[in-house]
């Protein structure tokens, strides 16, 4: 039984690096995409309201697969890598959450 504490313990740990790598991606990419496609992030800007941040916009052009042909290669190699590290950190939060309601349920 206490090999499943030290699993979870390293599941929750690795949740959290994950998602903070996955930020730190978005950012570089954001920098990226802002340097070698600016006419992509000034459409995007344009569409955005003034009050939402660069972070939020990099994400919506992130998530667009109508973008991806129109990036520069090292923009879009920083694009694959966010999105690989959103789905990666989002489904280790899926995976820590149903042990959770798993063992709330069992008890």
């Keep these: 039984m206490q090999i499943i504490g030290y ?3 390293f599941v929750i740990s690795l949740a959290f690096v994950s998602g903070a790598l996955y930020y730190m991606s ?3 990419f954001m920098r990226l995409l802002i340097r070698n496609n600016g006419d992509l992030w000034d459409n995007a800007r344009k569409v955005a309201s003034r009050t939402e941040i660069k972070l939020r916009t990099s994400y919506k ?3 667009r697969r109508d973008v991806y042909p129109k990036l520069r290669e090292p923009v879009r190699r920083w694009a694959i890598i ?3 590290l959103l789905f990666v950190s989002f489904s280790l939060f899926m ?3 149903a042990c959770g309601l798993y063992i709330s349920v069992n008890k």
């Design 26 to 28: 978005l950012y570089i």
């Design 82 to 84: 966010s999105r690989l």
């Design 61 to 63: 052009l992130l998530m």
């Design 7 to 9: 699993v979870a313990v």
């Design 95 to 97: 995976i820590i959450l």
